[in-house]
């Protein structure tokens, strides 16, 4: 069956430290997958988005890297700041389709 | 642009009353999407509409769930009778579609069925 895994536990990490959060998939082959932030009592907002043959895509701190053939995705936050603790949530969408599914995101805490 | 407009924010109802949600998507986008959001299943996709046109409905959980687009600027999603299991939170979703479909969330409607 398809999966999309998160790590379902919180994720706490000191200021200015690096945060990495995976995400694997099973049983897709995802033409992009993006990440977003979600605060509390908020929808999810857009990040980053990468496409299945590119292997690392930055933006200011943040930086994601697609191996399709692990079938993961890495998403860093360097310099991590307090501001930064949210849930992050990875999407997948397989070509051919507009449906982004979802995984069930890894809350992040960043201790100052 | 007010981004993605949705109402009611916070809903409380009885078991069997109907509930409508009602979502505005931003202008100009032509995808629309329905996701609910519990602690248990995370993020799950009801119904994408494109162009106003229904495409996927697979996610819709019974036939106590119906959505519509009747059009562009507008759409509903309706549960009747609504059960405590629906207690969850919803968004609406619009994005630009093609490509990499990059999604804009409006900030949900809270529902709980007592």
């Known amino acids: 069956s398809q999966k999309i895994e998160q790590n379902s536990e919180a994720l706490n990490i000191q200021e200015g430290k690096t945060a990495t959060l995976t995400c694997n998939y099973t049983?897709?082959?995802?033409?992009?997958l993006q990440w977003y932030r979600q605060d509390p009592g908020r929808g999810p907002v857009f990040l980053l988005l990468?496409?299945?043959?590119?292997k690392e895509k930055r933006k200011e701190r943040l930086k994601v890297t697609f191996d399709t053939t692990l079938k993961q995705s890495l998403f860093h936050i360097t310099a991590s700041q307090p501001a930064d603790s949210a849930t992050y949530l990875c999407?997948?969408?397989?070509?051919?389709?507009?449906?982004?599914?979802f995984g069930t995101g890894t809350r992040l805490k960043v201790l100052a | 642009d007010a981004g993605v407009i949705q109402s009611p924010r916070h809903e409380v109802t009885e078991m069997g009353q109907e509930v409508t949600l009602r979502c505005k998507p931003i202008?100009?986008?032509?995808?629309l999407f329905w996701y609910r959001q519990t602690m248990m299943r995370g993020l799950e996709l009801l119904i994408y509409?494109?162009?106003?046109?229904?495409?996927?409905d697979s996610g819709m959980p019974e036939d106590r769930f119906s959505a519509k687009m009747p059009n562009a600027s507008f759409s509903t999603l309706k549960i009747q009778p609504s059960e405590p299991r629906d207690s969850a939170v919803y968004f609406c979703?619009?994005?630009?579609?093609?490509?990499?479909?990059?999604?804009?969330f409006g900030a949900g409607s809270r529902l709980t069925v007592l």
């Open positions: 999407a997948l969408l397989t070509s051919g389709t507009y449906k982004y599914i």
């Open positions: 509409f494109n162009n106003n046109v229904p495409i996927d």
């Open positions: 979703a619009s994005s630009l579609a093609g490509g990499a479909n990059v999604l804009t």
């Open positions: 202008s100009g986008h032509n995808s």
């Open positions: 990468i496409r299945e043959n590119e």
């Open positions: 049983n897709y082959s995802p033409a992009y």
